[in-house]
Nanobody
Framework: QVQLVESGGALVQPGGSLRLSCVAS????????MGWYRQTPGKERELVAD??????NYVDSVKDRFIISRDNSKNTVYLHMNSLKPEDTAVYYC??????????WGQGTQVTVSS
C-alpha cells in the first residue's frame, strides 16, 4: 500500500503563502486523479483541489488562490497556497480523488493562518 507523507504546513499571517508537499512511497503515476483535502475539528474532510493530467479543479473558496500540481517522477503532489485567509486554517491531506480507491491517509500537515 502507498504511504503518503504531507509537509510544509506552518503558522502564517493572513495574505501569506505556503507550499505543501505530499510524497508517496511509490509511484502514483497510475493514479489518474490526486487531490488535496482539508479538515477542521468537528467537520468532515473536504476536497479542495484535484488534478488529473493537465486538468485541475478547485472548490470555490480556494479558486484563484491555490494551485495544485504533481510531479510523477518524484511521486509528489504540491499545493501552492496564496493570499491565505484565517478560514484556510486546517489540517491538509493528500490522497486519490474523484472515485479512485482511497489510499491510507497520511498524518496531514497543519496550516494555521493568524495574525
Amino acid at each position: 500500500q502507498v504511504q503518503l507523507v504531507e509537509s510544509g504546513g506552518a503558522l502564517v499571517q493572513p495574505g501569506g503563502s505556503l507550499r505543501l508537499s505530499c510524497v508517496a512511497s511509490r509511484s502514483i503515476s497510475s493514479i489518474r486523479t490526486m487531490g488535496w483535502y482539508r479538515q477542521t475539528p468537528g467537520k468532515e474532510r473536504e476536497l479542495v483541489a484535484d488534478i488529473s493530467g493537465l486538468r485541475t479543479n478547485y472548490v470555490d473558496s480556494v479558486k484563484d488562490r491555490f494551485i495544485i500540481s504533481r510531479d510523477n517522477s518524484k511521486n509528489t503532489v504540491y499545493l501552492h497556497m496564496n493570499s491565505l485567509k484565517p478560514e484556510d486554517t486546517a489540517v491538509y491531506y493528500c490522497n486519490s480523488a474523484r472515485g479512485a480507491v482511497l489510499l491510507d491517509w497520511g498524518q496531514g500537515t497543519q496550516v494555521t493562518v493568524s495574525s
